[in-house]
């Protein structure tokens, strides 16, 4: 995934919750696109618990909506 690919993700308007599903099976879920900042090669993801994490782009395996199918 590419930053510009992500940030079309939070930029999307509505914005739509997703989940980032990592390579090593992790999971976080994006219901804030303010929460969010694309870098170069990774994402600052921010929780409202004032916990925080930087993701590699490469790590992510895949983007899945929370929309209800």
Do not use: C, Y
Not at 8 to 27: C, M, V
Not at 33 to 49: C, H
Request: proline letters at 7%; charged letters at 15%; zero cysteines.
């Amino acid at each position: 995934m590419t930053p510009q690919q992500f940030a079309e993700l939070l930029n999307k308007d509505p914005f739509e919750a997703f989940t980032i599903k990592l390579t090593n099976g992790d999971a976080h879920v994006v219901r804030d696109p303010n929460a969010v900042a694309v870098m170069g090669t990774r994402i600052f993801l921010a929780f409202p618990n004032d916990h925080w994490i930087f993701i590699p782009l490469r790590q992510i395996a895949s983007i899945e909506s929370l929309q209800a199918a």
